[in-house]
């Protein structure tokens, strides 16, 4: 106990650390990087080219919409990894910031609100009537518009803690899509802000420079796939920078501190409230941003696509990955997207085939993903790519329990 | 306190008061946790609250750094009134508190426990200076820096959680119970550097059940029992009261 060894300078341990981290992140982003160029060369120039039976296979088991839909999967994914796998927040009700996200979009993007004539660098040629809002600026209002949301919504609920937030987290989750689902008469004046069940139908095209050789005008409409696939993966790499950045920073730091032990992270200063609720913004941001996308993937806005079953699922994805760790999410985001776009149902008509049997395979998918976190839990708690910090404590859990153990898990009255 | 004073002259105190207490009373629901406490610090000291389970010294210590709201009474640091500040406030005027059951966060390292404690501080130069003081007290923790916390042994989680207090550079720190659990050796090396800390120019508040181990580096003692005060003075007067030590200090 009583040896001494010089202490090491403050600065080399550290700027050690931010080199490993630094390094790991830029293998796995040139390894997305370069997966993303890899398909989209592939699927623009190289598929159209290809004899019809390579084609088919790609078309039934791999299509380029599904992997558009990855990616709305995976930037909301990212978004719920701040919340959960960063600040530790259980967000069960994530769907609403996807749902108002879409209705953004449907909104700023659409002849919805016929009564007015707005235009703005929007949709070429331009349309009479409604809003038309160019993209990349809905994309941003978008996300500004649920971050606030994030706020309104947290700002009553983070004061409560752990099953409690959960459960308030998922009540918002199912209030917000319900009010779109019922927003064709609000109030007494009958306000119609969402068209009711029939949705907004249909969205601009997506705006887009023309970076790209042999691009056709200024929007990118339904049929344009691998090009907006292309501008789809640079919001994901948008996203995926930005959690990075804020990560290593302050606030990630204090994140990380209130996952860990709340109570000591306000003993250190801080601000419990304050850093929660950024928690709430940056990921109701994403999630603005998937909801963009989402509404430009499917080139509109429909309610029932915004149900509980999609805030699971993105859980699902997130545990699945490796909760607090960006890359890990973003494979289990691909992973179980793809399984529920198009795998599942072909591995079903494959199986159904050999087996001569007719087992509807898709209607059976959340058997499939409850089965996915049983196991996950049983045998790889920390995901398929752990956390760096998280895998090195599983693995010495028991140390530390030898060692007097180190959380006292008492319900504690915390001041926020 | 001033009457106190006259007619019982141990208790006379150098040095101005830092932390002023006056008919602080604390409440879990309707159970009195601390009733009409009243206790000062002044600059320089190691003070020490003493008393066996349940007495309210942790209690205290958490109303200090703003856990737990008082229903009554001041809190008075440095000439401003904390009572019912949110934690960030208060360690932002420079109390640190390290918590009983040492708290440290057990998946990060030994070096980013460091960092979190200097959460507020600004001054990259000021934070450097104070984490090799704070290696320098516990060579130990140099050793262990990249380390995770949460695989230490007990005493090393004791000196992180000490050192990660004082890396928030506190002009008044406290202590919850740094003895718990430890060997007596440890007891002994822990208490020691807490003797340090106060001679480098930090004022301690010491919670401790260990209160002859306490009283030995204390300079004021308060006893505390059922959430009341029950005797203050002088804490080696106190310890060597054999009645008071029989009837308090489990002695």
């Not at chain 1, 209705?103 to 016929?114: E, H, I, P, R, V």
């Not at chain 2, 930090?202 to 209160?211: F, M």
């Not at chain 2, 181990?213 to 310890?239: C, F, N, T």
Request: glycine share 10%.
């Amino acid at each position: 106990m009583a040896t001494t060894t010089a202490p090491k300078s403050p600065t080399s341990t550290k700027s050690a650390r931010a080199a490993k981290s630094g390094a790991n992140n830029r293998r796995w982003a040139l390894i997305f990087a370069g997966a993303a160029i890899l398909v989209f060369v592939f699927y623009q120039y190289l598929l159209p080219h290809l004899d019809q039976s390579v084609k088919s296979v790609f078309d039934s088991w791999l299509p380029i919409s599904t992997l558009e839909e990855s990616l709305v999967w995976i930037i909301c994914a990212i978004g719920l990894n701040i919340v959960v796998g960063y600040a530790g927040l259980l967000d069960l009700g994530y769907v609403a910031f996807w749902a108002i996200g879409g209705y953004t979009a449907g909104w700023l993007m659409s002849s919805f609100f016929n009564n007015v004539d707005f235009s703005f660098f929007g949709v070429i040629p331009p349309q009479p009537g409604g809003i038309h809002i160019n993209f990349w600026i809905v994309l941003v209002i978008a996300a500004a518009f649920c971050a606030l949301w994030g706020v309104i919504i947290g700002a009553p609920t983070l004061r409560l803690k752990g099953d409690y937030l959960a459960i308030v987290t998922l009540g918002f989750g199912e209030i917000i899509p319900q009010v779109f689902y019922n927003g064709d008469c609000i109030g007494p004046a009958c306000w119609n802000v969402s068209n009711g069940t029939q949705g907004i139908y249909p969205v601009d095209s997506m705006n887009a420079p023309k970076i790209l050789p042999g691009m056709k005008g200024a929007t990118l409409g339904i049929f344009d796939q691998p090009y907006k696939y292309i501008f789809f993966c640079l919001v994901a790499a948008l996203c995926v920078f930005v959690s990075l950045r804020i990560r290593e920073g302050r606030l990630g730091r204090a994140w990380l501190a209130i996952r860990e032990d709340e109570l000591a992270a306000s003993m250190m200063g801080v601000p419990l409230m304050r850093t929660k609720l950024a928690a709430y913004a940056v990921g109701a941001a994403m999630g603005g941003f998937g909801g963009v996308i989402f509404a430009e993937y499917v080139g509109g806005v429909v309610p029932d696509r915004f149900n509980f079953s999609i805030s699971i699922t993105l859980l699902a994805m997130v545990v699945l990955g490796g909760m607090g760790n960006v890359w890990g999410v973003m494979v289990g985001a691909l992973v179980l997207a793809w399984i529920n776009a198009t795998g599942l149902k072909q591995i079903g008509v494959t199986f159904n085939q050999v087996f001569h049997t007719s087992i509807n395979f898709p209607a059976n998918n959340y058997l499939l993903f409850g089965g996915i976190l049983v196991l996950m839990m049983l045998f790889r708690r920390a995901g398929l790519f752990p956390e760096m910090r998280t895998k090195a404590v599983l693995e010495e859990d028991e140390v530390a329990d030898d060692a007097g153990g180190t959380h006292l898990s008492d319900p504690e009255e915390v001041t926020a | 306190m001033s009457a106190q004073t006259a007619d019982q002259p141990w208790l006379a105190r150098t040095g101005e008061p830092m932390l002023e207490i006056a008919n602080l009373s604390v409440f879990y629901g309707n159970i009195a946790a601390v009733q009409d406490l009243s206790l000062d610090v002044r600059k320089g000291e190691i003070v020490t609250v003493v008393g066996s389970n349940g007495a309210g010294k942790s209690t205290t210590l958490r109303t200090i750094s703003g856990l737990i709201k008082p229903r009554k009474g001041t809190i008075t640091f440095q000439g401003d009134q904390i009572q019912g500040k949110k934690g960030n406030e208060v360690v932002r005027r420079g109390i640190c508190h390290s918590p009983e059951g040492r708290r440290i966060f057990p998946r990060m390292t030994v070096d980013e426990n460091l960092d979190l404690g200097a959460f507020l501080q600004n001054d990259k130069a000021a934070v450097a200076a104070e984490r090799d003081r704070v290696l320098e007290l516990f060579p130990r923790l140099a050793e262990r820096i990249n380390q995770k916390a949460g695989t230490m042994s007990g005493g090393e989680q004791q000196m992180l959680a000490v050192g990660r207090a004082m890396m928030g550079n506190p002009t008044l720190l406290l202590l919850d119970e740094p003895s718990m659990g430890l060997a007596p050796i440890l007891v002994d090396l822990i208490f020691d550097t807490i003797e340090k800390i106060r001679d480098q120019g930090t004022t301690i508040l010491l919670v401790e059940q260990n209160a002859l181990a306490a009283l030995r580096i204390a300079d004021y003692a308060y006893v505390m029992e059922s959430g009341h005060l029950k005797l203050e003075g002088d804490a080696k007067q106190l310890s060597r009261d054999d009645a008071i030590v029989r009837a308090y200090l489990g002695g």
